[in-house]
């Protein structure tokens, strides 16, 4: 007579229809979702609050951007709108002694200006080793 207890067998889990509902689920959403066109946001940069600056003592590199992306460097129109020549611009306007890449630099550009305008110029101010960048802004109006 075997008294022993019948051992039961685990239970077996099917995955399968688990994993089919999980994948169903992945194409609904993403067949359902809509993406948002991020390159056409229209940005409206802020004014800055804080204190002005005392920029007059200091020997500052200029660097303006206009509305239409070309560059002046120390009020001197540069003739391109690409990298190379704007960091040849920035090197002859900086001079040639080793302080050059402790030089800051100011970066002027309009409210309107194209943001790889200004981003050209920062990699050109970052492949000559510059790294003392302010950017200027103008202060909010206050009303009464």
Do not use: C, W
């Not at 206009?66 to 690409?82: A, H, I, N, P, Q």
């Not at 100011?106 to 510059?130: E, F, N, Y």
């Amino acid at each position: 007579m075997n008294l022993r207890p019948k051992r039961r067998e685990p239970p077996d889990i099917n995955l399968t229809p688990l994993i089919d509902v999980v994948f169903l689920l992945l194409i609904f959403f993403m067949v359902s979702t809509t993406f948002n066109d991020s390159p056409r946001l229209r940005l409206e940069l802020p004014q800055a609050d804080g204190e002005p600056a005392q920029a007059a003592e200091m020997d500052l590199l200029e660097v303006v951007v206009d509305v239409s992306g070309r560059f002046y460097v120390d009020d001197r129109e540069v003739l391109g709108t690409d990298a190379e020549t704007l960091e040849q611009a920035l090197r002859e306007a900086a001079g040639t002694d080793g302080a050059v890449t402790e030089r800051p630099v100011l970066i002027k550009a309009d409210a309107r200006t194209p943001h790889q305008a200004v981003m050209t110029a920062l990699d050109a101010l970052g492949q000559l080793g510059m790294r003392r960048v302010a950017f200027a802004a103008s202060r909010t109006e206050e009303t009464p």
